[in-house]
């Protein structure tokens, strides 16, 4: 600071004989100007013009050059000011407008649908299925009844069951699409006939002429079709999303030694839309001149809140489903492709990073905006919050070392060690071998122990070409 001073003071002395020595200049040729160049003329007069002449011009010239000075000086700086804030708006305007792409990216994430029951069949009962849950109705079906019979008569079987329990538990969900994953006209069949019986055998008074069967569009992983599919139709409360197989029924079926037990499944999963609205009041009788022998759903429903939202279900029945409040919700899922020709240390890594994008994904780890993080003034760093505990894993692993390697993969990802033999439940030594029952299957497991443990649950399906899909199910917290 010492230094600093006397340079300064310098500077100014420097500045201040310059402009003594300029103005003498001036001086000196505005008088030589007036004495040898301008009209003898400019030199008459009195002595106060004389002397007015020869001292006004140079001040008059100073002055003049430095109001000139000023103003350019001030014209230059507002325009900077205007040029700076222009900027500065422009960034913010492209700020707020990344901001809203970012939270528009955070809601697509965060997307979900609702499982608002579970109803299922199997040839065996693991642990998690015995302990049950409310709205969940799983049933065991012997074995031997079931082995050799044919998989027609065998899931037609289980299929008029579980749709019995679902019209029993709700008669609305007798209007509801019944969903399949895959294009199957076998499938589409069996659920046919099976529906038709069980609602003869259900009593319930209104019911449409047939089912309404389709298959999911889209490609891969079921959550985000599901999401997708619910966007695309405002006028679907919820889909029984039905999945079955039934290996053991084939009578053609050859088991060979060492080979995984061949196993029944029918799964049908209530799933609806989120946010669903509140149905509106009953339709009063039909007044006086109105054709009575309209059906009631296609008269005018004064008191309807939002009827397009509530679909074909007939007003009497809406409130039914809404009474079936959220148990579980899914959340979009990561696919990895590929991983059987990757290395160790390349599968986990992109493990680890698939299971932290399925974390934001389910809202358990917060996706923070780019900007935020690359701040002038950056704060302090925070530690990342502590996840959730891990209340169940899925999965259908093909070995002991592959599920190793995906449980160090969740450590990574900042779990604690998972206990396989206590918090796993894999599907083929559960099922046995279910067919196309697997990914509905591997869901509708999720959902249950998710509501079951009040805690996200990881679902790791690994398909064929050494692919994998992850996602989770997170319950739905009860009202305190």
Known sequence: MQSAEPSESKRHQLITA??????????????????????????????????????????????????GKRAWNWRVTRAEERATAAGEAEKK????????????KLDRRHALVECRAVWAEFARMPGWAEAGTEQCELTKQAPETIRGIGRDTALISSLERVFKAAFKQCEATAWLPVVFVDHDPNQSDW????????????????????????????????????????EHDPACPAVILLGMDSPLADPMLTRSPGAIEPGHAVVAVLIGRPELLAPGSVAPPPEEGE???????ERNQPGETDPTQWGRIPPPYREGLWNLSPIATLHRAHTLISLDSDGDSVKE?????????AHIDAGLRDWPFEADKQGAQPKPAQPE???????????????????????????????EKVNPSAKAGELKKEFGEIGKARSVLMLAEALVCAAQLQKPVLVAETCDGGEMRIGFARPVEKPT
């Open 349 to 357: 890594r992109k493990t680890r990073e698939a299971i932290s994008e």
């Open 385 to 415: 919050p502590e996840l959730s505990e891990l209340g169940w894993l899925v999965h259908n692993s093909r070995s002991a070392a592959s599920l190793v390697e995906f449980i160090l993969a969740l450590e990574g990802s900042g779990y």
């Open 291 to 297: 054709n009575s022998m309209t059906p009631f759903w």
């Open 18 to 67: 310059g402009s003594i020595i300029g103005f003498a200049v001036l001086v000196a040729l505005w008088w030589g100007l007036l004495w040898f160049v301008l009209p003898v003329e400019w030199l008459q007069g009195t002595l106060p013009s004389l002397v007015l002449v020869h001292v006004a011009p140079p001040p008059l010239v100073v002055a003049t050059w430095w109001a």
């Open 191 to 230: 659920a046919g006939e099976a529906w038709q019986q069980a609602v003869k055998e259900s009593g319930i008074e209104y019911v449409p002429s047939q089912p309404h069967c389709k298959v999911l569009t889209g490609a891969g992983v079921i959550p985000d079709r599901l999401i997708t599919m619910f």
């Open 93 to 104: 305007a492209e700020l707020e407008k990344a901001k809203a792409a970012h939270q528009e």
